[in-house]
């Protein structure tokens, strides 16, 4: 069953500004990842944050996690073209043995 | 160098074929996965193995068997392939318990 519920489904930005993505789950989580899927290629981690976490930083990456809310907020600060992409969060992995995804945000960078 | 390869990248085949799908992880990981993504873009768990062992089975049509020759390799093999199998196949790996997976640039499978 589908956990991780993305917003928007596609974002469109100039070089430079800022990108925010929203993830929104059902159950409860130990940690939640975000995932970064360029056209036609395979999925690369980014980042992970822990339930005890709130806030966690990977150079131009921010993820907030709010588990009271069952969310979590991806942001891109000073965007580039390279980072056109679709960006999913997920959750489980461990010893649950599987990530569930969320739909995915289509992110478009124009230069 | 490649961590997690898979062969072949694309495949276009008639109704009613059998295909395998091969991946291989360099990484030393125990533990490798099948997901399968939609054309909407969906990517849902397939399969999961641990030391060669099936762990988990998602509610995946008996036309998909995996095979896992030595912790390195997870193959898919598809019997009878129906035109809603096309999609994009994604191996993955990970340590034993690593919540973080590593996926290879996937499979590209058009049935007609």
């Known amino acids: 069953s589908q956990q991780g519920e993305e917003d928007p489904q596609a974002l469109s930005i100039q070089e430079g500004e800022n990108a925010t993505m929203n993830c929104s789950y059902k159950?409860?989580?130990?940690?939640l990842q975000w995932y970064r899927q360029n056209s036609g290629r395979g999925l690369v981690h980014l980042i992970l944050?822990?339930?005890?976490?709130r806030e966690k930083h990977s150079g131009r990456l921010r993820v907030t996690l709010d588990t009271s809310k069952k969310s979590s907020s991806l942001l891109i600060t000073a965007s580039r073209a390279a980072d056109t992409a679709s960006y999913f969060c997920?959750?489980?992995?461990?010893?649950?043995?599987?990530?569930?995804f969320g739909k995915g945000t289509l992110l478009t960078v124009n230069p | 160098d490649t961590a997690v390869s898979q062969t072949p990248k694309y495949l276009v085949t008639q109704m009613g074929n059998d295909k395998s799908i091969k991946c291989e992880q360099n990484?030393?990981?125990?533990?490798m996965y099948w997901y399968k993504q939609d054309s909407k873009k969906f990517l849902k768990i397939m399969f999961s193995?641990?030391?060669?062992?099936?762990?988990i089975n998602e509610t995946v049509p008996n036309r998909f068997s995996p095979k896992s020759p030595d912790k390195a390799h997870l193959n898919l093999h598809i019997n009878s392939l129906e035109l809603g199998d096309s999609a994009v196949y994604f191996c993955?790996?990970?340590?034993?318990?690593?919540?973080?997976?590593?996926f290879g640039p996937g499979t590209r499978l058009l049935v007609l």
């Open positions: 993955a790996s990970s340590p034993t318990s690593g919540e973080t997976q590593y």
């Open positions: 159950t409860s989580i130990n940690n």
């Open positions: 944050i822990r339930s005890n976490e």
């Open positions: 997920a959750t489980g992995g461990g010893s649950n043995y599987k990530l569930t």
């Open positions: 990484l030393g990981h125990d533990t």
């Open positions: 193995y641990n030391n060669k062992e099936l762990i």
